[in-house]
Nanobody, 125 residues
Framework: VQLQASGGGLVQAGDSLRLSCASS????????VGWFRQAPGKEREFVAG????????SYRDSVKGRFTISRDSAKSTVYLQMNSLKPEDTAVYYC???????????????????WGQGTLVTVSS
């Protein structure tokens, strides 16, 4: 499967953005799809994930209540709705997918073999 991430941009604190991760070459059926982010000088970190078939989701604590991950089967796309954005959310956001991710590894970037190209989110204060 190939992934195409989009939707990043420059916004002010408190604004919203919606990121999209579209698949090609295969559908997301059977995959776990995750969003990760990497800020300058920092390690890549897990943001949110969704198991496509069951729609079970998980989030890092700092985005709970502000971010929502969802999926559209007709478009074979996973979305990350980001509300109440903060300057500390500034990063390049990547989507990733893998069929073999289990609950204990969903937050581990090493568990994902397929990655999109990244989309930059900049939140100004």
């Amino acid at each position: 499967v190939q992934l195409q991430a989009s939707g990043g941009g420059l916004v002010q604190a408190g604004d919203s953005l919606r990121l999209s991760c579209a698949s090609s070459g295969d559908t997301f059926s059977g995959y776990v799809v995750g969003w990760f982010r990497q800020a300058p000088g920092k390690e890549r970190e897990f943001v949110a994930g969704i198991r496509w078939n069951s729609r079970i989701t998980s989030y890092r604590d700092s985005v709970k209540g502000r971010f929502t991950i969802s999926r559209d089967s007709a478009k074979s796309t996973v979305y990350l709705q980001m509300n109440s954005l903060k300057p500390e959310d500034t990063a390049v956001y990547y989507c990733a997918a893998d069929r073999n991710v289990i609950s204990s590894t969903v937050r581990d970037s090493r568990a994902y073999d397929h990655w999109g190209q990244g989309t930059l989110v900049t939140v100004s204060s």
